[in-house]
């Protein structure tokens, strides 16, 4: 999973506290997805972005998340006031374009809550 | 609703054996289709994809086939290789950039 480069690999928060994980895209990648992986189950999506724009949030919940993609430096996923629910792999993928083109995985952000 | 279904969580194939991982889907929308490999700790891999405008793609051991009538695909191995064994998922999109996801089916290649 060379070029999706997800930082840190392991985070662990106290309920409460605020979780940031980061993510670079593949060189000449400019569209970023991340997606959330509980154990036993498929990813989910959360949120597609472009530089400086989200283009969909519709997997994110509505409180306590954000994402951005600015344009100089890694996109960022947000989460405010962690809880336990939120201890999950949270995976981060680019593409260079965006429909009907696979995305390229970096090795995740395992997410504690304690 | 779980529009993508991977019906076994594992499978067990002698090493050198075909493997045939199934997925079956739900949406009729659906005209993009993938499968990733992932193994522990890391995150998916990308091996083969195909359009719905095909029903065979092959790369290599890897082969994919899309039943589209039936809404089934599979991804063949041959042969199969010890560094095979990992979690396999199948996704789709409809012209989309979100990917639905399978649940993953175990593969194990015994030697």
């Known amino acids: 999973n060379a070029g999706v480069m997800q930082n840190p690999r392991h985070l662990v928060r106290r309920r409460g506290q605020e979780a940031r994980l980061r993510c670079s895209p593949m060189k000449g990648h400019s569209h970023v997805y991340w997606y959330r992986q509980l154990p036993e189950e498929g990813l989910k999506f959360m949120v597609y972005?472009?530089?400086?724009?989200?283009?969909?949030e519709s997997g994110m919940p509505k409180e306590r998340f954000s994402a951005e993609f600015p344009k100089e430096g890694p996109s960022i996923l947000r989460i405010q006031q962690v809880v336990r629910g939120d201890s999950a792999a949270y995976f981060c993928a680019s593409s260079p374009s965006g429909a009907n083109q696979p995305q390229h995985f970096g090795d995740g952000t395992r997410l504690s809550i304690l | 609703d779980q529009q993508v279904k991977q019906n076994s969580p594992s499978l067990s194939v002698q090493e050198g054996r075909i493997s045939i991982l199934n997925c079956d889907y739900t949406?009729?929308?659906?005209?993009?289709f993938l499968w990733y490999k992932k193994y522990p700790a890391e995150g998916p891999t990308f091996l083969i994809s195909i359009s719905s405008i095909k029903d065979k793609n092959e790369d290599g051991r890897f082969t994919v086939f899309l039943n589209k009538s039936a809404k089934h695909l599979s991804l063949h191995i041959v042969p199969s290789q010890p560094g095979d064994s990992a979690v396999y998922f199948c996704a789709a999109s409809d012209s989309n950039y979100q990917l639905i996801w399978g649940a993953g089916t175990k593969l194990i290649i015994k030697p």
């Open positions: 972005l472009q530089k400086e724009n989200i283009i969909d």
């Open positions: 949406n009729s929308m659906f005209d993009y």
